[in-house]
């Protein structure tokens, strides 16, 4: 047995920054299981952009390590892993697709006619009057983490904060072991709150 295994989170990452595998070992088998949830919201997109699922975990578990290593209390242990791993996902995914990206744009013209409709109005962002989609752009993701933190209670801001990274009530509900109904209920306190903050 681990002589680590009974210590809390805090502890074992203060070992983990003294280089302490087994520490490393025993936060990996606790919240491994986010990486699966992760892997499997790209599955799909990996399928489109031919990478294989190797690439994938492996991008997962420096996301991983690097939330070990960068953790700094500002949220639970397991949303800033989520979160880690979730952008290196992103990562790849992005650079996988911004080739094809760039020949679908040279190649068509937004006017252009697909099923009866225009390009342009097919890619339009249909969530354009939603503040919570309009503020958690690239940047202004930050102003509005900031502002979530005046108004959010400490439960609210780690559903929040997986809220704005596109993740559904179930994968959240999984993520933070919580039933679905309490999620549920968490999401739409917060939406109330973060609309009152900005009105």
């Given at each position: 047995?681990?002589?680590?295994?009974?210590?809390?989170?805090?502890?074992?990452?203060?070992?983990?920054?003294?280089?302490?595998?087994?520490?490393?070992?025993?936060?990996?088998?606790?919240?491994?299981?986010?990486?699966?949830?992760?892997?499997?919201?790209?599955?799909?997109?990996?399928?489109?952009?031919?990478?294989?699922?190797?690439?994938?975990?492996?991008?997962?578990?420096?996301?991983?390590?690097?939330?070990?290593?960068?953790?700094?209390?500002?949220?639970?242990?397991?949303?800033?892993?989520?979160?880690?791993?979730?952008?290196?996902?992103?990562?790849?995914?992005?650079?996988?697709?911004?080739?094809?990206?760039?020949?679908?744009?040279?190649?068509?013209?937004?006017?252009?006619?697909?099923?009866?409709?225009?390009?342009?109005?097919?890619?339009?962002?249909?969530?354009?009057?939603?503040?919570?989609?309009?503020?958690a752009s690239e940047e202004n993701k930050d102003k509005l983490l900031k502002k979530a933190n005046s108004v959010?209670?400490?439960?609210?801001?780690?559903?929040?904060?997986?809220?704005?990274?596109?993740?559904?009530?179930?994968?959240?509900?999984?993520?933070?072991?919580?039933?679905v109904k309490q999620i549920d209920n968490a999401m739409q306190r917060i939406k109330h709150k973060i609309k009152?903050?900005?009105?």
């Amino acid at each position: 047995m681990n002589p680590y295994q009974d210590y809390p989170d805090n502890e074992l990452l203060a070992l983990i920054q003294e280089e302490s595998e087994e520490a490393k070992d025993i936060l990996y088998e606790k919240y491994k299981y986010i990486i699966g949830i992760i892997i499997k919201k790209y599955t799909m997109a990996a399928k489109k952009y031919k990478i294989e699922y190797s690439d994938l975990y492996q991008e997962a578990l420096l996301g991983f390590s690097d939330a070990l290593y960068r953790f700094n209390d500002t949220s639970s242990l397991k949303t800033f892993i989520t979160l880690c791993v979730d952008r290196r996902l992103q990562v790849i995914i992005r650079k996988a697709s911004s080739y094809k990206n760039k020949v679908i744009n040279e190649s068509l013209s937004l006017e252009h006619i697909y099923n009866n409709q225009a390009l342009k109005d097919i890619i339009s962002d249909d969530n354009k009057n939603d503040p919570l989609t309009n503020l958690a752009s690239e940047e202004n993701k930050d102003k509005l983490l900031k502002k979530a933190n005046s108004v959010l209670s400490a439960s609210e801001l780690e559903v929040f904060y997986l809220m704005i990274e596109d993740y559904s009530v179930k994968e959240i509900a999984e993520i933070l072991k919580k039933n679905v109904k309490q999620i549920d209920n968490a999401m739409q306190r917060i939406k109330h709150k973060i609309k009152k903050l900005l009105n």
